[in-house]
């Protein structure tokens, strides 16, 4: 049987040069398909919000739809980290707070760590909630959450920032940091200076690992895409043709057959 997969395991990863494989999950088929596909990390993502619920970006997203979304995934997975995502407004008020949602993901949900977004800003943040033995995972660069402020979903290009942000959630004691919309050879100087393992998603090759929303790589949405991500299956339209095709012999009578029926 496979070891679940831990911290260590994770920095073992980045030592040996082995790509660490991230993905999102929010209910208990896709984080079982994905588990036993061999991913070493599941997100449960506050993306949730854009390709679950429908909403136009992740700020809606609630502390009880997180917990929600965690459990059900926890429930399936065996060998995988699971990671509850912490939403909007659940941690950059107030340090308690942060702290004691950060504890709901394990104490509620089953996950083994939490992820938030922000470099420098939420760094105190991060060592108290690491302080009370929960993991964190950082996320710098293009961070959702903070789409009214950076003016749309833009890349990040300040390479001075950038850096410092990846230093400070080093120091401030996460254990690997998503770096999302930044040029590939930023992505790659972080990744050189960092000790933790680096996961991009729209951030290049060079990162220890990648992230990829699993809607986004199963061709599950309609509309834009992001031009980083990679599209390994169309099941839009195979789930569209095969309703359309229900639709259809349900009208026409030849469904159910008589080896439908009892
Ligand atoms: O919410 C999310 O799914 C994420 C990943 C895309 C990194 O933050």
Do not use: W
Request: net charge negative; with cysteine.
């Amino acid at each position: 049987m496979q070891q679940r997969i831990t911290l260590t395991s994770l920095y073992k990863m980045k030592e040996k040069g082995e790509k660490i494989v991230e993905i999102t999950a929010y209910d208990y088929p896709f984080a079982k398909i994905t588990d036993e596909s061999g991913v070493h990390v599941i997100l449960v993502g506050d993306s949730l919000g854009m390709v679950v619920q429908g909403e136009s970006s992740t700020l809606p997203v609630t502390m009880d739809e997180m917990i929600y979304h965690t459990r059900i995934v926890s429930k399936a997975v065996k060998h995988a980290m699971v990671i509850g995502d912490m939403p909007f407004m659940s941690y950059q008020a107030d340090i308690s707070a942060a702290i004691a949602n950060a504890g709901r993901f394990l104490k509620e949900a089953g996950a083994s760590a939490v992820k938030l977004e922000g470099g420098a800003s939420v760094s105190r943040l991060i060592k108290a909630i690491t302080e009370a033995s929960i993991p964190v995972q950082a996320h710098i660069g293009l961070t959702p959450q903070s789409v009214h402020q950076m003016g749309g979903y833009k890349v990040q290009r300040d390479e001075e920032r950038l850096l410092a942000d990846a230093l400070e959630v080093e120091a401030a004691g996460a254990f690997s940091v998503v770096l999302e919309g930044i040029p590939p050879d930023i992505a790659q100087k972080i990744t050189n200076a960092l000790k933790i393992p680096t996961i991009g998603i729209g951030a290049g090759p060079h990162c220890d690992g990648q992230v990829l929303v699993i809607h986004d790589l199963l061709g599950l949405r309609d509309g834009h895409v992001a031009k980083f991500v990679k599209k390994y299956a169309d099941i839009r339209t195979q789930a569209a043709d095969a309703v359309k095709a229900y639709v259809s012999e349900v009208q026409s009578g030849d469904f159910p057959a008589k080896e439908h029926c009892y």
